[in-house]
């Protein structure tokens, strides 16, 4: 609830600053997701 609140403020104050925070947010969690797997691939060479 709280959060909606928050992000819906800034999103009304500065539309175009959100959306490069919202893509940001995205490329990391897209690079999170591929570190997690190359380590999962590690981790199973290692066994």
């Known amino acids: 609830m709280l959060?909606?609140?928050i992000?819906?403020?800034f999103?009304?104050?500065n539309k175009s600053?959100?959306?490069d925070l919202k893509?940001?947010?995205t490329k990391i969690e897209q690079q999170n997701e591929e570190l997690k797997?190359?380590?999962d691939d590690?981790?199973?060479k290692l066994k």
């Open 3 to 5: 959060t909606s609140t």
């Open 7 to 9: 992000t819906s403020f």
């Open 11 to 13: 999103a009304g104050r």
């Open 17 to 19: 600053q959100y959306r």
């Open 23 to 25: 893509v940001r947010l």
């Open 37 to 39: 797997n190359s380590l």
């Open 42 to 44: 590690l981790k199973k």
